[in-house]
């Protein structure tokens, strides 16, 4: 069964530093997601990105965020100078075109982890 | 933002009877409502869905129900078994211009089946 994969699936990184995180999502898929879970916190929007581009953000994708589909099949979210309160569980998700349901499959997640 | 709420944080089922998970919003503007399944150190996992035109869906042993007028759905596990032990969370959205839209999230429900 397809399945969204995401690497690496800890990081640790000092305060400041830059990190990448990768996902590779389900092939046919068109919609692609970043999800963050702070320990203890319910899953939280991040981004949406449809067609090379965001298609909505939430408060919390500041300009340290960005998110690129650099080939086919990769879809990362790169934060440009981590803050400790970035420390969370981010999860990537993907959906297929627009059909009567709007499923989004998540990867296992990376726990990043900001010293 | 509590647009999406899971009441109980926890629920205790004794195997082979029926769980309900219950959720409520506030958000009129949801028309597709979701359940997932999380276990530690995974990613959500897609259940089952509803959309608002309807007031149940059924798949195998999981039924969702859903209430329009007082904004409450609910998730029925019938029989339970040790492997429905897990965190399940409400999810809801919204199709906008781009054909799909960033899913809400409720705060999750501990499920724990006793043997």
């Known amino acids: 069964e397809p399945e969204v994969t995401q690497t690496p699936s800890h990081q640790v990184t000092q305060m400041g530093q830059e990190v990448i995180l990768r996902c590779v999502p389900i092939s046919?898929?068109?919609?692609?997601?970043?999800?963050r879970?702070?320990?203890?916190?319910k899953v939280e929007f991040l981004v949406s990105f449809y067609n090379n581009e965001i298609s909505e953000k939430s408060e919390i994708f500041d300009d340290q965020f960005s998110v690129e589909r650099p080939d086919g099949?990769?879809?990362t979210l790169k934060i440009r100078s981590t803050k400790l309160e970035d420390s969370a569980m981010y999860f990537c998700a993907s959906s297929a075109e627009v059909t009567a349901t709007y499923e989004q499959y998540f990867g296992p997640g990376t726990r990043l982890t900001v010293t | 933002d509590q647009q999406v709420k899971q009441n109980s944080p926890s629920l205790s089922v004794?195997?082979?009877?029926?769980?309900?998970l219950n959720c409520d919003y506030t958000n009129s503007m949801f028309d597709y409502f979701l359940w997932y399944k999380k276990y530690p150190?995974?990613?959500?996992?897609?259940l089952i869905s509803i959309s608002s035109i309807k007031d149940k869906n059924e798949d195998g042993r999981f039924t969702v129900f859903l209430n329009k007028s007082a904004k409450h759905l609910s998730l029925h596990i019938v029989p339970s078994q040790p492997g429905d032990s897990a965190v399940y969370f409400c999810a809801a959205s919204g199709l906008t211009n781009f054909g799909n839209e960033k899913l809400t999230f409720g705060t999750g429900t501990r499920l724990t089946i006793i043997p």
């Open chain 1, 28 to 35: 046919n898929h068109l919609y692609f997601y970043w999800y």
């Open chain 1, 37 to 41: 879970q702070i320990l203890g916190q």
């Open chain 1, 73 to 75: 099949s990769n879809f």
């Open chain 2, 14 to 20: 004794q195997e082979g009877r029926i769980s309900i």
């Open chain 2, 41 to 46: 150190a995974e990613g959500p996992t897609f």
